[in-house]
């Protein structure tokens, strides 16, 4: 609001600063030192706040919680007039000689009225007066009060009411601080540290009470120190003695429960010492805090270990740490509050003392902790602890009415009044010292802040009072030599002075954003709790499966959803909300605020699902359920749809079966016919199953995006790859390989993908590559060409098809020549029947009635329509006639079955030759007349010793006959049967072949014997067509 | 010194010559067929006695050598008739043999042609069709002639072109032809072939001669492969530097009566024997499956063989 005038007053003070400078040099250097720095921190100040006004108004929020009161007119400066907001401020008590004329003390004002105004914006609750200004010096008169060994009820009071006011400064902090929370964004990174320094001083809290727990006399609560409790409660506290070992609690949680059954009682509390509740409770608080802070404390918390530092024991005489000042606490080891101080002084000087090296970190550290024991000492009340006998002695001494009313008929009550008032008692401690003086009420705040904290009698010295009063005259300079001027530099500006010079060097906070510290420490414990709740739902980089699983509560929710309506989301309420929103009006009040933000709970903030259920009626069945959610995965997804190659392959693969089943029954009936006996289960059954894709069992999927199930997709692809192994010829395979394959092909396909992916994605200047480019592409890439694909279906599909087909066929035939022998038999089944009671002693096929060597599994039966015990037995007799039969067996069987055999030649005579071209008739009388008119004999037909040799042509078609001795008889014959014959029927001579060939049929009839010559003729003719064939041969050669 | 070093210059002379090289290539020429046919061969063996080993045996078969080859269909299909007729000269020889001896009156030519038949067709492969099943059925008739024509066709457009230039030879050019086309690396010389190929360097086991008329097949083969690319080459060439002379200075062009006799047909010098071989190695695309996303560009891949 008065940020605008502030400006200028900043102007002025520059001014009057400038002229003081000129006129009056008798300033103290510091003087000037000091100031100007304070001043332009102050306009800074101001500025951001205009700004940060400004920001707000410029760009308003619509949202209620958000707004500013702040508006734009507001902003652009009504200058209020200064002399009211003094007048404002002037009861609070600064300062009431009025200097309203110095500039300085009118900048001065303006200043914190700067302050104040921040706050106020900020801070919308009345806080009482001196509380509002957390940034405001301590009041004067506070600090005068301070000095709480006075016998005055002022001083009493005094105390209490610093101690009031540092906590509400501080309470006041946080609440400035968390107003701004919600305007502010954190991050999470240092969640971790907090959780870890949260783990820490856990562990030393653990450690503290282990140890406080062991020394003390175990089991005995009887012994421990239960203050006033331990006699109202005397009964209850020796039975659970006698019960011990039956209270499965431990003694620490037993004192506390005990604590806590006395009512408004704290642990400390204690009917044989006096004060020592006051300062035991201060002085926890103390420790609590400073271990809280654990930005700078974590090194602090525990001993130091002499493996960490082995030396270190040799340099610190006197070890001390936050742990053991919490033991000794527990163990009520200190007397006074000097003792307690020292101790946590201690701490810190060993630290710097050990840690002498300047720039060493744990002194940054140390140094703050100092600083801040040095802010919370006030906190403690000054008391000595005193035995109760001695002080009633005392007391006796001096005739206290109180005193005497409170005897130890009622501990309780005496204790009670002790505690409720305890400047009563402490002022009667003051009452029993006379050393006490109020020689100097303003002593107290130098002693505050001299690390030292020198004795009380020594703050009686008249030295901190002078320095007060130097320091008062400083100010009074500062001030134009305003005399009344009480207020001086706050304790910080004291504190600064006070301190070891070395903190001078270190800034001792990182330049962190003050709000942000405060939201730091603040929230450090729940941020720690979130981070390590956070922390348990993984295991390494995995989730924990053994956590249980993350729930909404109402209260979370309730808490997201009014942060929404305070967000201005009336939709959101209107809407879902209504009756969420009432449960957690409801329960607020249960709900504990750790200060987090929204963002880290997550669960929370997740909006409600729609419902997707419906209810139709009342029956069981009548819930609808929409089909945008959960429904069942289609089917098709896990098999090959029916086209195309699919269907060519698993036809060649059904052949392939097929044909497999033949090779097998094949085998058996060799096996059969090598065999002397046969068994029953020789032969496994050879039955393959036919391929059935099989579809997944049902499963449910919430959206249309391809399915992630690593196992099934695997399999699937195993199966498909399977299949080919299948169509490439391999009956099976081993598993290793059948992986290897899988992985490579999935190794394959990812690469395929990618490069898809990455094509697809490519802009190129004249825009996206066509969806055929991309496949073409992608194939070259990675290695594979069109007419590789089509070659492979060509040949390696549709090709071995076609074989696969015509070896089925001859297969077929094969095994249908390996049974014909029994299949002859059919017809006339008796005579097999007789036939095979010569093979087998007793006819068993018969007796046992089944199919005992499993040919009806082969099918045969089935197939040949032969009954199964005859074909048996035939199978097995012709093992016994392949004997001589040899493997020719088979061949003069095949005409038999199927042709009719052809009636003989009708033998060449005088009649048939009438009925022939006349061309032939020469040759066949000379034939007859030759043969004394007999008819003429088929060569064949002859015995083999008279038939004419077959002139034999070598494959290569080289005749070498005719320069081997031994044929040369022969094959001279033959040539010179061929030279010199032809000739004269050169043209004969090929009708005559063909007219065998046609005459052959009509008629030739038998003849006994006949000619050789003649009948060589013809023969070679015959076979030389073959040789003559073979000129190929020649050229090959 | 060249003479020691290479054993086979008047071999691949020949054989440049049936492949279409009607020039006389320079030793240097031979020379530098002859390293690239060995490192061939070298690789050829070194592969097939992996093959081997992966199937356990410490020997190389027939098999072996022409798995290697059995994506060229065709030159399967050449092989396979080449050694069936070897099989079938061997028997005819044997039964030339047989003939002295046996009784003469015996009728066994149509056998024979059956026989032979049967012989010519026997030579099957483990990754054919035939061998998914245990049983085989006697050789039918229907055999698959459409791969074997197609497998034939870059055969028979061979023989066409060697008969187009054997058409117009005189008998003695063609007889002289005949001899060329004999030509091997292993007939008759089988100990000099594996001495030359390091046989017993290479692989363990010693090969057999089976093995030796594969490879001798398939040196031949590679030697007619690369002419027939350096000539391809050689003619691009020459065509260029034809185009480009006549640009130049057409004058020169113009033929008098008394000119010199003009320049023959060059041989084929070692630059295009170096360059064909360079085209036959360049990797097939095939070799870049799988090597996508993982530097699939630069790699270093094995003597591919021809």
Redesign the interface.
């Given at each position: 609001m008065s940020s605008y005038s502030s400006t200028n007053l900043r102007v002025q003070i520059l001014r009057d600063e400038r002229s003081r400078t000129r006129t009056n040099s008798i300033d103290p250097a510091e003087a000037e030192k000091e100031e100007p720095i304070d001043p332009l921190t102050a306009a800074c100040r101001a500025r951001y706040a205009q700004f940060e006004k400004a920001i707000a108004a410029i760009f308003p929020s619509k949202r209620p919680c958000c707004a500013t009161e702040l508006t734009v007119h507001e902003l652009l400066g009504i200058e209020e007039p200064n002399n009211s907001e003094i007048d404002i401020l002037l009861p609070n008590g600064v300062s009431k000689d009025g200097e309203k004329s110095t500039p300085v003390i009118r900048a001065r004002r303006a200043e914190e009225d700067d302050d104040y105004d921040m706050d106020e914006d900020e801070d919308e609750a009345p806080p009482p007066p001196p509380s509002q200004k957390p940034r405001s010096p301590v009041p004067p008169t506070i600090q005068i009060s301070s000095p709480d060994r006075t016998k005055s009820p002022s001083g009493k009071d005094s105390v209490t009411v610093t101690r009031e006011k540092l906590e509400a400064d501080k309470k006041a902090a946080e609440d400035a601080a968390k107003l701004s929370f919600s305007t502010m964004f954190y991050t999470l990174e240092s969640d971790r540290d907090a959780m870890l320094e949260q783990q820490k001083l856990d562990e030393s809290d653990r450690q503290v009470n282990a140890e406080a727990n062991a020394q003390g006399a175990p089991g005995k609560l009887s012994n421990a120190n239960l203050g006033a409790s331990s006699l109202t409660l005397k009964h209850l506290i020796a039975r659970i003695d006698a019960k011990r070992e039956r209270v499965a609690v431990s003694d620490m949680e037993l004192r506390n429960l005990m604590s806590e059954v006395k009512k408004n009682r704290s642990k400390w509390a204690s009917e044989d010492k006096i004060g020592q509740e006051e300062l035991y409770e201060a002085a926890e608080k103390v420790v609590l805090e400073l271990r809280a802070q654990t930005e700078h404390s974590t090194a602090f918390l525990n001993r130091v270990n002499k493996r960490e530092a082995p030396d270190y024991f040799n340099i610190i005489k006197q070890p001390m740490d936050l742990g053991t000042v919490m033991k000794k606490l527990k163990q009520l080891a200190y007397k006074s509050k000097k003792e307690f101080i020292d101790d946590l002084n201690l701490i810190w000087q060993n630290c710097l003392q050990y840690n002498a090296e300047p720039k060493h970190y744990l002194r940054k550290h140390a140094i703050a902790m100092q600083k801040m024991t040095q802010n919370l000492i006030p906190l403690i009340p000054d008391i000595t602890i005193r035995d109760r006998a001695e002080v009633e002695a005392e007391e006796a001494g001096a005739h206290d009415q109180d005193a005497d009313a409170e005897s130890d008929d009622e501990p309780i009550m005496s204790s009670r009044m002790n505690r409720k008032a305890p400047g009563t008692s402490k002022a009667k401690k003051g009452g029993a010292k006379p050393v006490r003086a109020e020689s100097t009420p303003e002593a107290k705040p130098p002693v505050l802040h001299v690390s030292g904290v020198p004795d009380i009698k020594a703050r009686d010295s008249p030295v901190p009072g002078h320095m007060l009063a130097e320091t008062s005259g400083l100010g009074s300079q500062n001030g134009f030599g305003s005399p009344a001027l009480p207020h001086t530099p706050s304790n910080g500006l004291i504190s600064t002075l006070d301190l070891d010079p070395a903190i001078e060097k270190y800034e001792i906070d990182d330049d962190l954003d003050p709000e942000y510290k405060i939201w730091k420490t603040m929230t450090k414990k729940a941020r720690a709790r979130a981070a390590s709740e956070r922390h348990k739902l993984f295991r390494g980089t995995k989730i924990n499966l053994d956590e249980p699983a993350l729930i909404r509560t109402r209260i979370g929710m309730g808490r997201y959803i009014r942060s929404e309506v305070a967000h201005g989301d009336q939709d959101a309420a209107a809407k879902d909300f209504k009756a969420p929103l009432a449960v957690a009006v409801e329960e607020q009040a249960e709900e504990e605020d750790d200060l987090l933000p929204n963002y880290y709970k997550i669960l929370d903030s997740v909006p409600e699902l729609p419902y997707n259920l419906q209810w139709l009626g009342d029956d069981e069945d009548e819930i609808d359920r929409y089909n945008d959610t959960l429904r069942p995965a289609p089917k098709g997804i896990f098999t090959q749809p029916p086209t195309g190659l699919a269907r060519n392959m698993d036809s060649n693969m059904k052949i392939?079966q097929d044909?497999?089943k033949?090779?097998?029954k094949?085998?058996v009936i060799?096996q059969m016919q090598v065999q002397t006996q046969v068994y029953n289960n020789q032969f496994a059954k050879y039955d393959p199953q036919e391929f059935v894709e099989k579809e997944p069992e049902d499963f449910l999927v919430s959206d249309d995006g391809p399915i992630y199930s690593e196992e099934l997709n695997r399999a699937a692809f195993q199966r498909s790859i399977g299949k080919l192994f299948y169509h490439a010829?391999f009956e099976d395979f081993q598993p290793t390989a059948f992986d290897l394959v899988t992985d490579?092909a999935a190794?394959?396909f990812k690469?395929i993908g990618?490069?898809v992916m990455l094509y697809s994605e490519t802009v190129l200047p004249t825009g996206r590559f066509a969806p055929d480019d991309i496949l073409l592409h992608t194939l070259?890439?990675?290695?594979?060409?069109i007419e590789?694909l089509e070659s492979y279906i060509r040949d390696d599909v549709e090709?071995?098809g076609?074989?696969?087909v015509?070896?089925n066929?001859?297969?077929r035939?094969?095994l249908a020549d390996l049974l014909r022998p029994a299949l002859n038999d059919v017809e006339n089944p008796e005579a097999a029947e007789e036939d095979m009671r010569h093979f087998v002693n007793g006819d068993f096929t018969d007796d046992i009635g089944d199919d005992y060597y499993g040919f009806k599994d082969l099918g045969l039966e089935r197939e040949f329509g032969m009954s199964i015990s005859s074909g048996l037995m035939r199978v097995l007799q012709t093992r016994i006639n392949s004997n001589y039969q040899a493997q020719s067996a088979i061949n003069p069987a095949v005409p038999h079955s199927e042709y009719k055999v052809p009636p003989p030649f009708e033998p060449l005579s005088r009649d048939i030759l009438k009925d022939q071209i006349t061309l032939v008739h020469n040759f066949f009388l000379a034939k007859l007349h030759a043969n004394n008119d007999e008819p003429l004999i088929e060569d064949e037909d002859l015995p083999?010793k008279q038939?004419a040799?077959?002139p034999?042509?070598?494959?290569?078609g080289k005749i070498?006959?005719p320069r081997?001795r031994?044929?040369s008889g022969?094959g001279g014959n033959s040539k010179k049967k061929k030279r010199p014959n032809p000739p004269p029927p050169v043209a004969t001579k090929p009708p005559s072949t063909g007219s065998t060939a046609i005459i052959a049929p009509t008629a030739t009839p038998p003849l006994s014997e006949e000619n050789n010559g003649t009948l060589k003729f013809e023969e070679k003719d015959v076979?030389n067509t073959?040789g003559m064939m073979s000129p190929e041969?020649i050229l090959?050669? | 010194m060249a003479n020691d070093r290479f054993k086979y210059k008047l071999e691949i002379q020949q054989m440049m010559f049936v492949s279409g090289e009607t020039g006389e290539p320079s030793p240097e020429t031979t020379g530098i067929i002859e390293d690239i046919v060995r490192g061939q061969v070298i690789e050829m063996l070194i592969q097939a006695t992996a093959q081997a080993a992966r199937r356990g045996s410490r020997s190389i078969s027939t098999d072996d050598l022409i798995f290697l080859i059995r994506h060229d269909k065709a030159k399967v299909s050449r092989l396979r008739t080449y050694l069936s007729w070897k099989e079938v000269r061997k028997t005819a020889k044997d039964q030339d043999r047989d003939v002295d001896t046996a009784d003469l009156v015996e009728d066994s030519a149509a056998g024979d042609a059956l026989k032979m038949r049967q012989k010519r067709a026997k030579i099957s492969l483990p990754w054919e069709v035939a061998s998914y099943f245990s049983e085989q059925p006697p050789e039918g008739d229907d055999e698959d002639d459409e791969e074997e024509a197609e497998a034939n066709v870059a055969t028979l457009a061979r023989l066409k072109s060697a008969d187009e230039r054997t058409k117009s030879m005189t008998k003695d050019e063609y007889v002289h032809f005949s001899e060329c086309r004999q030509a091997s690396f292993t007939f008759r010389k089988s100990k000099r072939f594996r001495e030359w190929a390091g046989f017993g360097l290479v692989t363990d086991a010693k090969p057999n001669d089976d093995i030796v008329d594969i490879l001798g097949f398939l040196t031949f083969e590679i030697v007619q492969v690369l002419t027939e690319e350096a000539l391809r080459i050689k003619d691009a060439e020459d065509k260029l530097q034809t185009s480009n002379k006549e640009n130049d200075k057409k004058r020169k062009r113009d033929r008098f009566l008394f000119d010199g006799p003009g320049e023959g047909r060059t041989p084929v010098e070692p630059r295009h024997i170096e360059e064909a071989f360079r085209r036959l190695q360049i990797p097939r695309a095939k070799s870049k499956a799988l090597r996508n996303f993982e530097g699939g560009g630069v790699m270093k891949t094995r003597v591919q063989l021809m």
């Open positions: 392939m044909t497999r033949i090779c097998h094949i085998g060799k010829g490579i190794n394959f690469k990618q490069t070259a890439e990675n290695g594979l060409e590789t090709r071995l076609v074989k696969l015509q070896l066929d001859r297969m035939a094969h083999i038939r040799p077959k034999r042509l070598p494959p290569t070498t006959t081997k031994p044929v022969q076979d073959p041969s090959a050669a | -």
